[in-house]
């Protein structure tokens, strides 16, 4: 149990499965930490990708001990979120704005940000 949440732990969300080990599919046992540095990596990179997204609204993404994510705002106002599936609804909801990928604004700025 976390001690600072109070919740079991013990799914792990589809995007941080490791479906990039052609091995892991093929395992009848799963040793607990075992492949947890490339997790922990892999979930850093998604990080990043987020907040590429989240700045253009004014969040921001952060990991919480490989567990949860913290999504924060400009003004102070922090979430906790389980998974990335949930971070999208919640920066939604602190935007009170729907969170649209294909808005023009949107992809001007990403454009502008990296070309």
């Known amino acids: 149990m976390c001690v600072l949440c109070g919740e079991l732990i ?3 969300h589809w995007t941080d499965q490791p479906l990039h080990d052609s091995e892991y599919r093929r395992k009848t046992r799963i040793v ?7 997790r922990r990596r892999m979930r ?3 990080v990043a990708v987020a907040n ?3 700045a253009y609204y004014g969040l921001k993404l952060q990991d919480w001990n490989g567990s949860k994510y913290i999504l ?6 922090s979430n906790v979120v389980n998974s990335l599936g949930d971070m999208w609804k919640t920066a939604s909801d ?17 454009g502008k940000a990296h070309g």
């Open 72 to 77: 924060s705002d400009k003004k102070g106002v």
């Open 44 to 46: 850093i990179k998604r």
């Open 32 to 38: 607990a930490g075992e492949g947890q540095r490339t």
């Open 10 to 12: 013990m799914n792990v």
């Open 52 to 54: 590429k997204i989240l």
């Open 94 to 110: 602190m935007c009170h704005r729907t969170l649209d990928p294909l808005d023009p604004a949107f992809l001007q700025s990403l």
